[in-house]
Nanobody, 125 residues
């Protein structure tokens, strides 16, 4: 399975961005999907997830109310709509996928088998 993330860029604080991630997964509808991010000098952290069998979405507290994860199974694409961006949201954002049935929100990087290459999001103050 290959994932290709895009949509990152430079935005001012308070602005918006939409990240996209196209996956070669088949059937895409039977994959759980997640977004993670990694800032310089920090560990990769969970942002949002949506599963194929127990639903979702699930969000990190730091982005709840500002970010929205969604999926379009017809386009094999998962999105991350980011609103009210803050400088602390600056990071490389990664999409991830896994095929196994989920029994809990997939909020750990070890929950996922497949990863995209990352897209840089920079929020200026």
């Amino acid at each position: 399975v290959q994932l290709q993330a895009s949509g990152g860029g430079l935005v001012q604080a308070g602005g918006s961005l939409r990240l996209s991630c196209v996956a070669s997964a088949n059937p895409f509808s039977r994959y759980s999907l997640g977004w993670f991010r990694q800032a310089p000098g920090k560990e990769r952290e969970f942002v949002a997830a949506i599963t194929w069998n127990i639903g979702g979405p699930y969000y990190a507290d730091s982005v709840k109310g500002r970010f929205t994860i969604s999926r379009d199974n017809a386009k094999n694409t998962v999105y991350l709509q980011m609103e009210s961006l803050k400088p602390e949201d600056t990071a490389v954002y990664y999409c991830a996928a896994q095929r196994r049935a989920a029994f809990k929100p997939l909020s750990y990087s070890t929950d996922y088998d497949y990863w995209g290459q990352g897209t840089q999001v920079t929020v200026s103050s």
